[in-house]
């Protein structure tokens, strides 16, 4: 794993390649629906600095970010820098890879996309669960959240040679994000009901904010100035607001329909979040600035992973083609392609002789959409013109696998979250 000293010099690279600015916190975005304001705690360095705010280059208003975020260059489309082939000069070494964790056999597939095929395999801690590219680029962390036990680990991956590292030791590790001034790792500890703050190289501990009203906390996406992430709550059909500079809750919203969201991914344009929701098939949306629910989506049974089109005008859905947790093989698992101006499904690609597509993440020319078949045991490759799909055994149950490179400056965590 690279040095922090070695890791400074890449950053200094990268902000002289992008552009890096540090910027004042944007005002706004309120909420509202069911709503619990709660106490958090302050944490050093929190407080806001008036500063220029980021430019839009492709034009519409400019976005004040929070100290130390990126400038988000286009207002219109905040993955305009995770474009097609919009590799970071951070990332010239890493091989092209797919790695994908089994959580069943406690091990990481390592596929070849140039050839199909899995290249190697290597054992890593109990129940690893995501593969999750660092903040700066430099490392691939595989959570392993030893559901059930106490010694949680997170593996990490030098993509440059494609093996894993010593394992660090941490408390439940189920997901992990990053927060956008790269000052943080957000471990998800989802049986705790809890978000661990860490040191985003070492892992120390920084702050721990529990987050009871949130039972099954997993997955999360943030605003476009970077001031809150939403995290889903599976166990409980619910939203969770959390403030990231003060680093507490400000707000809880029940979905309407309940059910169990899964992934949540926001629109380009930074206006509303879609929340995958597995019992009911669909996403619903959810409105940025008010924090209201504003309508549903239906899609395919067992929503469950969300990823945007290279070029930002469609969301892919995979619907695992179960409403319960688990899930027999073949089930009727299918991907949904939404069109993000118009919000309706254009097309939806079954896989053939049933699936289960789960988590994954879309290929650096945006040609290949790859997913896990979590009951199935492969993992799909999916052409993203024509729906074709390809299946590659792999280990037991994978799950939330990551394509590497990816197009970005940095990385928000999961599989992928790329800006």
Known sequence: MASRYAWFRRAVALGMATGFAVVACSGGGGTSGRHTMVPG?????????????????????AVQTVPGMPPVVDARNLYSE?????????????????????????????????????????????????????YDLATLWVTNNAEGRTDGTLTPIDPTTARPGAPVPVDDPYNMYFTPDGQSAIVVA?????LDFRDPHTMALQTA????????????????????AIFTCEFDG????????????VGHLALTGGGMPQDIRISPDGATFYVAEMMRGGLYTVDAATFRETGFIPTGRGAHGLYPSRDATRLYVANRGSDRVGGPPHGPGSISVIDFASRHVQVTWPIPGGGSPDMGNVSADGRVLWLSGRYDNVVYAIDTMSGGVTSIPVGKEPHGLAVWPEPGRYSLGHTGNMR
């Open 41 to 61: 705690r302050s944490t050093p360095g929190s407080s806001v600095v008036s500063a220029a705010p980021s430019g839009s280059a492709a034009g519409g208003p």
């Open 82 to 134: 995770a474009g097609r082939d919009k590799l970071s000069p951070v990332v010239p070494g890493a091989l092209v890879r797919v790695y994908v964790p089994d959580r069943r056999s406690n091990d990481v597939s390592v596929i070849d996309p140039a050839t199909m095929r899995v290249v190697d395999r290597f054992k890593v801690g109990v129940n690893p669960q995501h593969v999750v590219p660092s």
């Open 238 to 249: 619910g939203l969770e607001k959390i403030d990231l500079a003060n680093r507490r809750t």
């Open 190 to 194: 989802e049986q705790r009901k809890r």
């Open 209 to 228: 904010l529990p987050v009871p009203d949130c039972k099954g906390i997993n997955h999360a996406d943030f605003s476009i100035d970077g001031r809150y």
